[in-house]
């Protein structure tokens, strides 16, 4: 039987020189691999939030001007969690690079525990010709350009370029070192083990099935492939990883061509359906608001407030659905957490209280609603909005009646007209919608 492919993060970071305690990394590369060739990267500088010295500068070239508008590791971290999935973890010391990310996540509430590879202990163990195995001395061996020596970018690239390598002769040996092949203690045992030998990493819906092939879960991720197998092997939520497990007994996907598309197909089956396992779009209750108001020292400010207040900007199923529309908006625009419903944020990036602040948020705040209305007006003309094809050419098409969602479909190249899937929406797919107009119109 084909076996599940396998994907690799290699990853490297650049740090100030200070201890693993949270912070103090600069520079973060990864990058999604096959064993044979690059699928996606993710490359960002990051505030460490203490000065960088300057022995470390004339070393990576990263100085505290390069990183003063980065957003600190706590911003990052969920996206860089969604990137690095379940892929086996990669880099040259491999010790060094995963001490300082996961004791960065764990001051995040995050656990990251993956499965990894140390490119030194596997160059050791199988090259016979290198002396040395730093990274420099195998580049120059193996006659590897490296961009950017000492810039996590530079590093991780060149990093890729060995363990493709390493991994074309020694791919056996690899999959013995990552654990027996590929770690199957975590394999649901109902599942078969070629489950997931086609399931694509690219944006999409994917359902789990239990032993009667009645619907138990419904998930959508821009990696279809990724965020399945990161369910079962999901070391921060072991219980919940265990009951999956136990639970699934077939996996199907469909691929939707965009996160957006994929949001809003979850969220219709989820509601149309009503898996057992999913809880969140299924919660039933008052709802949650979000409201404007000016307050005694002349600030524009939003709050989240419980219930669905007939004078609110919008109207959400939860309070994490309605936090997150906020943290956006404060993270696109440069708004003031504190002062934008998000106290847990407050201060982070260098905010303070004084008339210079309170003018400089009120002037993004103004930015910000008047973005906000120009995409609703632009929501609310647009009939028909086209989405981005899926790998086999269908279009998903959304329909909109006075700006909120009503029906979606797919329709398929060359052919007659397929019928539209009607849908009462919800706030989380009027929320994701008119972040993508807001985006159109950046």
Not at 245 to 265: C, D, F, N, P, Y
Not at 306 to 315: E, L, V, W
Not at 316 to 336: H, M, P, Y
Request: proline share 6%.
């Amino acid at each position: 039987m084909t076996k599940p492919a396998l994907q690799f993060a290699i990853v490297d970071i650049e740090t100030n020189g200070g201890a693993p305690n949270g912070a103090n990394i600069t520079e973060i590369a990864a990058i999604l691999h096959d064993g044979v060739r690059e699928i996606d990267r993710w490359v960002h500088l990051v505030n460490p939030e203490a000065p960088i010295p300057s022995g470390i500068t004339r070393l990576t070239g990263i100085d505290d001007s390069m990183v003063a508008d980065a957003p600190p590791f706590a911003e990052r971290a969920e996206d860089l969690l969604a990137f690095l999935g379940d892929a086996v973890f990669v880099a040259h010391n491999v010790g060094f690079d995963l001490r300082y990310l996961q004791a960065a996540f764990k001051a995040c509430g995050h656990a990251y525990n993956p499965r990894r590879l140390c490119t030194v202990r596997m160059s050791r163990k199988w090259l016979e010709g290198p002396k040395r195995f730093s990274l420099g001395a195998l580049c120059a061996y193996f006659d590897i350009e490296n961009e950017a020596h000492h810039r996590a970018w530079g590093d991780a690239a060149a990093t890729a370029i060995l363990f493709a390598r390493l991994w074309a002769g020694h791919q056996e040996e690899i999959q013995e070192e990552i654990g027996r092949g590929e770690g199957k203690s975590w394999w649901p045992p109902h599942l078969p083990p070629d489950a997931l030998a086609d399931a694509p990493s690219t944006p999409g819906v994917y359902r789990f099935h239990d032993e009667q092939g009645r619907l138990a879960y419904v998930g959508m991720s821009r990696n279809i492939a990724s965020r399945i197998r990161q369910h079962f092997n999901d070391s921060s939520k072991p219980a919940r990883a265990q009951m999956l497990r136990r639970a699934v007994h077939k996996v199907t996907w469909e691929q939707t061509g965009s996160e957006l598309m994929a949001l809003i197909l979850e969220d219709v089956l989820i509601r149309r359906h009503h898996p057992p396992l999913n809880s969140a779009q299924k919660t039933v209750g008052k709802g949650w608001s979000i409201e404007r108001f000016t307050c005694r020292q002349g600030i524009e400010r939003v709050q989240v407030v419980k219930g669905a207040k007939p004078t609110a900007m919008r109207k959400f199923r939860s309070r994490s659905e309605a936090e997150d529309w906020l943290r956006d908006a404060a993270r696109t625009f440069g708004l003031n957490p504190a002062w934008s419903g998000l106290p847990g944020m407050a201060w982070k990036e260098g905010w303070v209280d004084n008339p210079a602040s309170r003018q400089l948020h009120n002037g993004r705040m103004a930015e910000w609603l008047d973005s906000v209305r120009k995409a609703r007006s632009q929501q609310a003309q647009d009939q028909l909005l086209s989405l981005p094809v899926t790998p086999d050419g269908t279009t998903p098409e959304i329909m909109l009646q006075d700006g909120r969602f009503r029906a979606y479909r797919f329709q398929l190249p060359g052919a007659s007209e397929v019928e539209w899937q009607y849908d009462a929406g919800s706030g989380r797919i009027d929320a994701a919608l008119e972040r993508h107009f807001l985006e159109g119109l950046s």
